[in-house]
């Protein structure tokens, strides 16, 4: 057993870092004794900081026609690490789960997931609708989120504000939210959301500006 | 700028660490019922998915103009059935008794009905005269020489200018 925790926690230490693309693992504690997430749940200081923190927003659906949107939007938890972040997700229900008309958002911080948010208002989404119940969404949420906060699915610094999981009748939306509605910059996002949701060439993934989102006849900025 | 690709995040999944500043349960156990919630309403609404299925729920009655199916033929006291079909004969004795006998029903004093003319909602309860139609012709009639006066008048207007 002692094996198996040296080995996963090889990883973890500062001398130990593998690429030199990643992100190097930061000391939290002015203590020169690493421990790792491993060695205690609650004191370690070893962590994969990530660029920026983000927050994991729920939508309940609505049981009562009185509540308004604000009242079924609630941020669950605020988060900066990679450990963090699999703690989190490995806690919450997954995107399969999910009732019918719910929704999950992960934004970076003091960002609200709606389109009167001055980050978000000037930007659009990068959206497509999985009619096909038989795909695997838990992957391809989690697949979403991983290129979000590892922040590899931009070139440029915080383009993308955030991803939108909506779970429907019809479908399930995985939405890419971000801040302008520039062509040369989201072109790229979306080859690579493409990527990310292992879409087929017969599938087109649409970019709506979030000014265009009341306009239910509007066609899309960008198709790819 | 720390970038992480997917596959590396992917590997530090086992690091996973559970912050306690939130009761992950109860937000698990609150959407779990809502789920349940929702299962049990379209159970109890008999939907079960689809669109508008005709096999599910209440269906449509449409409206049919069938003609009525006559009874089916019984068989008498000897057993036998008979498919004829019993018209009564328009000629012969029996029918020209018949057919007196309904017209001396019409003439008699109990079946006679008198049409009286309901005029109460005329704009007259007057009954017309013949006289008053002839005063409603057309009084003015086209005089074919006093209409060769008007032309010469002008005429002679012409020739004094």
Do not use: C
């Not at chain 1, 949701?197 to 900025?221: I, Q, V, Y």
């Not at chain 2, 009655?61 to 000897?78: C, G, L, M, S, V």
Request: charged share 30%; aromatic share 8%.
């Amino acid at each position: 057993m002692s094996e198996e925790l040296n080995k996963a926690t090889e990883n973890l230490s500062l001398d130990a870092q593998a690429p030199a693309t990643e992100a190097p693992a930061t000391e939290t504690s002015t203590d020169n004794a690493q421990s790792t997430v491993l060695d205690s749940k609650k004191e370690f200081n070893v962590k994969h900081p990530l660029n920026s923190k983000w927050t994991l927003w729920y939508t309940k659906p609505a049981n009562n026609p009185k509540e308004s949107w604000s009242d079924l939007l609630k941020p669950v938890i605020t988060f900066s690490s990679v450990e963090e972040f699999w703690g989190i997700f490995n806690s919450i229900p997954q995107a399969g789960e999910l009732p019918l008309k719910a929704d999950y958002h992960l934004f970076r911080e003091n960002i609200k997931p709606e389109w009167e948010d001055p980050e978000n208002s000037k930007g659009g989404k990068w959206n497509f609708q999985f009619k096909n119940k038989d795909i695997n969404i838990n992957e391809l949420w989690l697949r979403t989120l991983l290129s979000v906060i590892g922040e590899t699915i931009e070139d440029d610094d915080n383009e993308v504000n955030g991803a939108v999981l909506n779970v429907r009748k019809v479908a399930i939306r995985i939405s890419l939210w971000t801040k302008s509605s520039d062509r040369a910059k989201l072109f790229p996002i979306g080859m690579k959301f493409r990527k990310v949701l292992k879409l087929s060439d017969a599938d087109s993934l649409e970019f709506l500006s979030h000014k265009d989102a009341d306009n239910r006849s509007a066609k899309p900025l960008l198709t790819v | 700028m720390a970038k992480y690709e997917i596959e590396q995040l992917i590997q530090l999944r086992e690091t996973a660490y559970v912050p306690t500043s939130v009761d992950f349960a109860e937000f698990t156990k609150s959407i779990l019922e809502e789920r349940e919630r929702q299962a049990q309403q379209e159970e109890e609404s008999g939907f079960t998915g689809g669109r508008r299925r005709s096999s599910i729920g209440i269906r449509p009655k449409f409206k049919t103009n069938r003609p009525k199916r006559a009874p089916a033929p019984q068989p008498d006291a000897d057993g036998w059935v008979t498919l004829d079909n019993h018209r009564k004969s328009a000629s012969g004795e029996e029918a020209a008794n018949e057919k007196q006998k309904f017209k001396d029903s019409l003439k008699s004093d109990t079946t006679q009905v008198k049409v009286r003319p309901n005029n109460k909602n005329l704009g007259s309860s007057k009954p017309v005269d013949s006289r008053d139609i002839i005063a409603d012709q057309q009084k003015s009639t086209f005089n074919a020489f006093a209409a060769l006066g008007d032309e010469s008048d002008e005429e002679s207007e012409e020739d004094d200018e």
